[in-house]
Nanobody, 123 residues
């Protein structure tokens, strides 16, 4: 089992930046992958970025490349999502998630989910 607790988020003006955090606990392995997803009102949950606890493997959605950076702190078992140049279209509930082995963009393959955090970008 893996428990995920998110922090960060809130209200930010267009063009601003925000960092989300996700602290993991439980049975975590270096081969596990951590992902960030978001869900806007009336929309399906979509992939944002993912990283593995071990190694350098990362993956980003095309829509966020260059504006989002996923990183990790293995000592703190925490994964971060740094977002820059935010715009109102980025308003959504952001979720972190964990899965075994592979860094993928497929929402349904992640077994563990954080509680979600609201990000609102005002124009």
């Amino acid at each position: 089992q893996v428990q995920l607790v998110q922090s960060g988020g809130g209200l930010v003006q267009a063009g601003g930046s925000l960092r989300l955090s996700c602290a993991a606990s439980g049975h975590i392995f270096s081969t596990d992958a951590m992902g960030w997803f978001r869900q806007a009102p009336g929309m399906e949950r979509e992939f944002v970025a993912a990283i593995r606890w071990g190694g350098s493997s990362t993956k980003y959605a095309d829509s966020v490349k260059g504006r989002c950076t996923i990183s990790r702190d293995n000592d703190k078992n925490t994964v971060y999502l740094q977002m820059t140049s935010l715009n109102p279209e980025n308003t959504a509930v952001y979720y972190c998630a964990a899965r075994r082995l592979f860094v993928t963009a497929t929402t349904g393959t992640y077994q563990y989910w954080g509680q979600g955090t609201q990000v609102t970008v005002s124009s």
